[in-house]
């Protein structure tokens, strides 16, 4: 009898897969919570650094006394060794002053610097009658610049970070504060169709690198006097303008106030483009996962903040970044709103599948062929084992090779001409799959399998999303060559845990699944029709709770 009981007690190494199975995501979540802990701390440091520095600086600000040729000297100081920087001398008559134009080469039209400025001052002034004890700076900006945009500024510091960002500055002897005449005019690209957000309908139209224009543009999508758009400027040694764009009477207060704390606690020198913002201000540093959704697309912006999410457009950078993200969002297109649901709902649904696909396909071929073979049909089992003979490597080294070489050629293909680059993508994984075959490295059905895994990839609509799937194949792969279909369970496990955890500006990173919110489950797998979806997402706390 106690044989029969013996012989029923599962073997060591099912109780020490048991074992890893608890200990591991412990083990992990332990080293992420102290990493955290660190990172956190040396924020809060170089913020209380910054402070100091912040406060010291203040305290020696320069401003403008009023005197020409001292401004000047203490502005070429700051700006003067710029060859690209003019410093245009000229008499106004009217004034019987002297003044000085100063301004960067190629950040403004010359055009408005002659016909609006230079000639109203030279020129045009000359007629003027100046009535006695006049405010010099105020009768000029209303009386002889017909400019629109024409600021007072006193801090030497300021000014100068005016003028390396494009704008033209004016200084008048005997007036103490500088004139900021017009606003920035770079060369830009014209407006065009979206890249990364490429759709078969809807609008062809996307954002471009200049923030004025993206601004307008979400102005252009509907009168609306409750689109707030609040600007104002990132980075310590080289500033750019950034935008916050809410809905007021939608969105919820305390994830504006959060956003808008968020990037008044930024403390970095130079924000190239808006990926800087989307690391910089993400909850978890450590998740391979975005926190933010990043788009070209003005209508999915405006989508977005009509659902009580927040934007953030930084200028130089088409990319417009959505706050908070949810895992399922990013698997949502456009172009599911601009079509029947049915149809929406279907390439949604694939969209889904094909992406849990290219996670997860390699890592179960390792664990089928390597640890559980007993789990394949049989016609098909004993197929791949023909096809294996001769093959010199595990099934791990086999996927490696064709994974990382499918990685190099993908790499290429982006990196190459356009004109050339889809080509040889094409070109490249027919040659080296079909010379790794002959070559007896990989078998027939493993090439099958990567290539569908690499297909699925370039079906979801978030480029970033895309990557970030990419990379967690492999680590899922490592499991199963390690523990088979137990280090395939754990691993999705783990991935499950960590997304179940990670946050995104206080939103659950897979809500409305998870914590399940019934209500918003009508525009995540499935499109339903808009009759249907009346409720804003409850998840998002808004304001206004119905669309219709």
């Given at each position: 009898m106690w044989s029969s009981v013996i012989s029923f007690i599962p073997s060591f190494s099912v109780f020490f897969q048991a074992l890893m199975l608890l200990l591991i995501p412990q083990l992990f979540f332990t080293v992420a919570k102290f990493y955290r802990k660190r990172v956190n701390k040396g924020e809060n440091k170089n913020q209380h650094q910054s402070n100091e520095n912040n406060s010291n600086d203040n305290q020696d600000e320069l401003k403008i006394a009023g005197h020409l040729g001292d401004d000047l000297e203490l502005l070429k100081e700051k700006v003067g060794h710029n060859s690209d920087?003019?410093?245009?001398?000229?008499?106004?008559?009217?004034?019987?002053?002297?003044?000085?134009?100063?301004?960067?080469?190629?950040?403004?039209?010359?055009?408005?610097?002659?016909?609006?400025?230079?000639?109203?001052?030279?020129?045009?002034?000359?007629?003027?009658?100046?009535?006695?004890?006049?405010?010099?700076?105020?009768?000029?900006?209303?009386?002889?610049?017909?400019?629109?945009?024409?600021?007072?500024?006193?801090?030497?510091?300021?000014?100068?970070?005016?003028?390396?960002f494009g704008y033209t500055v004016l200084l008048i002897e005997g007036m103490n504060t500088a004139l900021m005449v017009g606003i920035p005019d770079a060369p830009s690209r014209s407006v065009a169709e979206p890249v990364s957000d490429?759709?078969?309908?809807?609008?062809?139209?996307?954002?471009?690198?200049?923030?004025?224009?993206?601004?307008?543009?979400?102005?252009?999508?509907?009168?609306?006097?409750?689109?707030?758009?609040?600007?104002?400027?990132?980075?310590?040694?080289?500033?750019?303008?950034?935008?916050?764009?809410?809905?007021k009477d939608i969105a919820n207060d305390e994830l504006v106030?959060?956003?808008?704390?968020?990037?008044?606690?930024?403390?970095?020198?130079?924000?190239?483009?808006?990926?800087?913002?989307?690391?910089?201000?993400?909850?978890?540093?450590?998740?391979?996962?975005?926190?933010?959704?990043?788009?070209?697309?003005?209508?999915?912006?405006?989508?977005?903040?009509?659902?009580?999410r927040v934007a953030i457009l930084l200028d130089g950078t088409p990319f417009a970044l959505i706050a908070p993200a949810s895992f399922m969002m990013l698997f949502q297109s456009p172009e599911d709103y601009y079509q029947r649901w049915i149809s929406g709902s279907f390439t949604r649904i694939l969209r889904i599948g094909v992406a849990f696909l290219s996670l997860f396909a390699p890592a179960l071929y390792i664990s089928f062929i390597s640890f559980n073979p007993g789990l394949i049909p049989t016609q098909l089992a004993m197929s791949i084992i023909e096809s294996r003979q001769g093959?010199?490597?595990?099934?791990?080294?086999?996927?490696?090779?064709?994974?990382?070489?499918?990685?190099?050629?993908?790499?290429?293909?982006?990196?190459?001409?356009?004109?050339?680059?889809?080509?040889?993508?094409?070109?490249?994984?027919?040659?080296?799959?079909?010379?790794?075959?002959?070559?007896?490295?990989?078998t027939p059905f493993l090439v099958i399998v990567v290539a569908l895994t690499a297909i699925s990839s370039f079906t979801i609509p978030e480029y970033s999303l895309g990557i970030s799937i990419r990379l967690l194949r492999f680590v899922a792969m490592f499991f199963a060559a390690v523990l088979g279909l137990y280090g395939t369970i754990i691993f999705f496990l783990l991935l499950s845990t960590h997304m179940i955890h990670l946050r995104s500006f206080g939103l659950p990173y897979l809500s409305p699944i998870s914590p399940l919110q019934a209500a918003d489950n009508k525009d995540v797998f499935l499109r339903s029709p808009f009759t249907f979806m009346r409720d804003r997402p409850k998840s998002l706390k808004t304001k206004n709770k119905k669309r219709i």
């Open positions: 920087v003019h410093f245009r001398d000229f008499h106004i008559k009217m004034l019987n002053r002297k003044a000085t134009l100063i301004f960067v080469e190629g950040m403004q039209q010359s055009d408005f610097i002659n016909k609006h400025i230079l000639n109203p001052l030279m020129i045009e002034g000359s007629s003027h009658y100046i009535p006695s004890q006049v405010n010099i700076a105020t009768y000029v900006k209303e009386h002889l610049l017909p400019v629109i945009h024409v600021n007072e500024m006193e801090s030497v510091q300021n000014l100068s970070q005016m003028i390396l490429a759709l078969i309908r809807g609008p062809r139209i996307g954002f471009t690198e200049v923030l004025s224009e993206n601004t307008a543009l979400l102005r252009r999508h509907g009168l609306n006097d409750n689109l707030v758009i609040n600007a104002d400027y990132v980075g310590s040694k080289s500033q750019k303008t950034m935008v916050i764009a809410y809905m106030n959060e956003v808008k704390e968020r990037i008044a606690k930024l403390d970095y020198d130079y924000f190239a483009e808006s990926g800087y913002l989307e690391q910089l201000l993400e909850d978890n540093i450590f998740s391979p996962f975005q926190q933010f959704q990043n788009t070209e697309r003005p209508d999915k912006v405006i989508a977005a903040l009509l659902e009580g093959v010199p490597f595990s099934s791990i080294l086999e996927v490696l090779i064709l994974e990382i070489s499918i990685e190099i050629l993908r790499e290429s293909g982006i990196r190459l001409p356009k004109p050339i680059g889809p080509a040889m993508g094409i070109v490249g994984g027919l040659v080296v799959g079909e010379a790794a075959v002959r070559a007896g490295l990989v």
